[in-house]
Every structure is written in C-alpha cells, then in structure tokens.
Nanobody, 123 residues
C-alpha cells in the first residue's frame, strides 16, 4: 500500500506560480511512475502530466505545455508539479497518483491516489 499526500495548493492571481508536492510513503518510490491529474467543478478528472519511474517525462496535456513542469526527487520520495503562468481555467483540485514503472495518461491505470489539493486562480 502506498499513501500519497499532496500539498502546495492555494489561491493565486492569474499569471502567478505555485509548486505542488506529493510525498509517497513507500521504500520503493523509484519503482513507481507518478502522475498529476486535476478535477474542476462539474468536470471529470483529467490528466495533467506524468513521469516514469526513471524520471523520463511521458507527456503533458496540451493546455499546460510550456507552463507546467513535472519532476521527481527519489531521495525525498516526492514528485512535484511546478505551475507557472497560471490561468483561471487551471482552477481545480489537483491529485497525484502512482503506478508501477511506466506512466500512462489513463486514470484507471493508476493504483494509488492522494486526497487532492485545491488550486484556485483568480482573474
């Protein structure tokens, strides 16, 4: 069992930045691919970004390319999502998720989920 705890969300003005963190409670963190997903009010949860166990980036959803960066620190059991040039449409609850080895974009492929952290971008 892997527990994931996100932090770093908050209220920010459009154009601002936030860095989300997700700490995993496992001794084999380096074996897991990590993903970030988000869910806006009234919408389905969607893929944002993912990183393989090796640190290779899988992909980003088009709407965040060039603005968001996912990276991991295996020594700290942590995956990050650096979010720059935030827009009101980025407002959502952000979740991190884990699965063994290879990252995918599909929610159903991930075995473990955090509780989420709220990001609100004001215009």
């Amino acid at each position: 069992q892997v527990q994931l705890v996100e932090s770093g969300g908050g209220l920010v003005q459009a154009g601002g930045s936030l860095r989300l963190s997700c700490v995993a409670s496992t001794r084999t963190f380096s074996s897991y691919a990590m993903g970030w997903f988000r869910q806006a009010p009234g919408k389905e949860r969607e893929f944002v970004a993912a990183v393989n166990w090796s640190g290779g980036i899988l992909s980003y959803t088009d709407s965040v390319k060039g603005r968001f960066t996912i990276f991991r620190d295996n020594a700290k059991n942590t995956v990050y999502l650096q979010m720059n040039s935030l827009k009101p449409e980025d407002t959502a609850v952000y979740y991190c998720a884990a699965r063994i080895l290879r990252a995918t974009v599909r929610l159903s492929d991930y075995d473990y989920w955090g509780q989420g952290t709220q990001v609100t971008v004001s215009s």
